[in-house]
């Protein structure tokens, strides 16, 4: 674990969407920061792309997230 600085103005963002998404501040932040690191790596990729690789790496189906 680390300790990463960051503008106040995006803390505010992450505050407001951590609230919004009911994560945890660093949550939310990490949550960002893996979106926008798959992003730059798979370019051509668009955000929902993104998200239906993930749960398919991690064997998840829209059915397991909603039956939690």
Request: charged share 25%; glycine share 4%; aromatic share 4%.
């Amino acid at each position: 674990m680390g300790i990463v600085k960051i503008s106040d103005g995006l803390h505010v963002e992450i505050r407001k969407s951590s609230n919004i998404m009911s994560r945890s501040i660093n949550s939310q932040a990490e949550f960002w920061i893996k979106i926008g690191m798959l992003a730059e790596l798979n370019p051509t990729l668009t955000y929902h792309e993104i998200i239906k690789k993930q749960l398919i790496k991690e064997k998840l189906t829209i059915q397991d997230l909603l039956h939690e």
